[in-house]
Nanobody, 121 residues
Framework: QVQLVESGGGLVQAGGSLRLSCAAS????????MGWYRQAPGKQRELVAT???????DYADSVKGRFTISRDNAKKMVYLQMNSLKSEDTAVYYC???????????????WGQGTLVTVSS
């Protein structure tokens, strides 16, 4: 069993900052790509940022220059630093990871339960 648990969401004023964290636990041999996605009310889930095990990052155009994704491989954690927040950043943010498990073949894609970020204008 592999779990991802997000934390750090909340209510913030436009222009403010939040830092999301995501902790992975369970029978994990290695975590490959990790990422953050978000889903706003009435919209489809969309990619926010991804990071490889080697630290290569990729961002949605809408967050470039404002958000920073990072990870701590030893702690099995991924973070999302969000600055200059806008009302359109309001969404449930989900952590995602591609995991190799002990004694199991193949990569498992795991999702967290989500954390709500609300940006007031």
């Amino acid at each position: 069993q592999v779990q991802l648990v997000e934390s750090g969401g909340g209510l913030v004023q436009a222009g403010g900052s939040l830092r999301l964290s995501c902790a992975a636990s369970g029978s994990i041999f290695r975590i490959n790509d990790m990422g953050w996605y978000r889903q706003a009310p009435g919209k489809q889930r969309e990619l926010v940022a991804t990071i490889t095990s080697g630290g290569r990052t990729d961002y949605a155009d809408s967050v470039k220059g404002r958000f920073t994704i990072s990870r701590d491989n030893a702690k099995k954690m991924v973070y999302l630093q969000m600055n200059s927040l806008k009302s359109e950043d309001t969404a449930v943010y989900y952590c995602n990871a591609d995991v190799l498990r002990f004694g199991q073949l193949g990569e498992l894609e795991v999702w967290g339960q989500g954390t709500l970020v609300t940006v007031s204008s």
